[in-house]
T-cell receptor, first 116, second 110 residues
């Protein structure tokens, strides 16, 4: 298994540009999520999905869109990049069974994004 | 939402020393994980430990869920242990969402 993969590893954008960060997992996990990590801080949740076709907002969703058309993929879209979105972005996945919680989460290697 | 506090924020050790990192959380949890973020930014799963004690080589962790804290022990530290250690919890009412602490920056000097 490749686990959780993310592309690209690095990206530089100009203010106002749009782009999509890709995340894929091959573990048949229902739950997927996106976090951002700013310097000197822990990770903060942007959006998450409990299954194909179902998404919801996390702690810091403004400026980002997500969709989940398949179990494997969970792309994160920046609609109009701003310097405040300069950060490292991590994707994660885990099992999710209705009525049960607390499964271990697995993280991808991250995408380092700079917006100038 | 659930609050997570880690201590100490910074820790400097000589190689070979032992250390204990602490994670306090404000509510009951379904999941607690410890991660090591290496100098290249990669997040490495250390332990999945919502309760009890686990050991993996020189590292061990204990979570006392009823008292809302977890401890990460590093014995005989090595320079490769340097980096940031994060505790992350999933509260009982959080769905599957993890809340991260701000981390402990560990520096191990040769």
């Amino acid at each position: 298994n490749a686990g959780v993969t993310q592309t690209p590893k690095f990206q530089v954008l100009k203010t106002g540009q749009s782009m999509t960060l890709q995340c894929a997992q091959d573990m048949n996990h229902e739950y997927m999520s996106w976090y951002r990590q700013d310097p000197g801080m822990g990770l903060r949740l942007i959006h998450y999905s409990v299954g194909a076709g179902i998404t919801d907002q996390g702690e810091v969703p403004n400026g980002y869109n997500v969709s989940r058309s398949t179990t494997e993929d969970f792309p994160l879209r920046l609609l109009s990049a701003a310097p405040s979105q300069t950060s490292v972005y991590f994707c994660a996945s885990s099992y999710s069974i209705v009525g049960k919680r607390g499964y271990e989460q697995y993280f991808g290697p991250g995408t380092r994004l700079t917006v100038t | 939402g659930i609050q997570v506090e880690q201590s100490p924020p910074d820790l400097i050790l000589q190689e070979g020393a032992n250390s204990t990192l602490r994670c306090n959380f404000s509510d009951s949890v379904n999941n607690l994980q410890w991660f090591h973020q290496n100098p290249w930014g990669q997040l490495i799963n250390l332990f999945y430990i919502p309760s009890g004690t686990k050991q993996n080589g020189r590292l061990s962790a204990t979570t006392v869920a009823t008292e809302r804290y977890s401890l990460l022990y590093i014995s005989s530290s090595q320079t490769t242990d340097s980096g940031v250690y994060f505790c992350a919890v999933e509260g009982e009412t959080s769905g599957s969402r993890l809340t991260f602490g701000e981390g402990t920056q560990l520096t191990v000097n040769p």
